[in-house]
């Protein structure tokens, strides 16, 4: 079985994978944000880095989430406009991948032979 490289835009995962990692990582920024507000200003910046590095993970993961669903991993761009990318992520964390092999790689789901 080939190992999933986790900060890679390669391959697809699977909604329950996605819906995972994406609530750990709005977690994180969420609770570091709120955290720089309270904190010195050497700890902010630090927060802050850990905020934008998490936001950059998740946007990795829901371009592999968007490859599950053979969609372009440019649709990821949608995470910057407000409102519209929590709609955008509870459509990813529900909506069901392609079956079989497409363009981005094997169904996570499928078992090697």
């Given amino acids: ?62 371009i592999k989430r968007l490859h599950d669903i053979n969609k372009n991993g440019w649709y990821s761009m949608i995470l910057y406009i407000p409102l519209i990318n929590l709609f955008f992520t509870f459509y990813l964390m529900f909506k069901r991948g392609d079956k079989g092999t497409n363009q981005y790689g094997r169904n996570p789901f499928e078992k090697d032979v």
């Fill in 1 to 62: 079985m080939k190992q999933e490289k986790f900060i890679s835009v390669e391959g697809r995962i699977c909604s329950r994978d996605y819906f995972a990692r994406a609530i750990a990582m709005q977690g994180m920024i969420l609770m570091f944000l709120f955290m720089a507000d309270t904190i010195s200003m050497s700890l902010k910046i630090f927060c802050i880095l850990v905020a934008v590095i998490s936001f950059i993970i998740w946007q990795i993961q829901t």
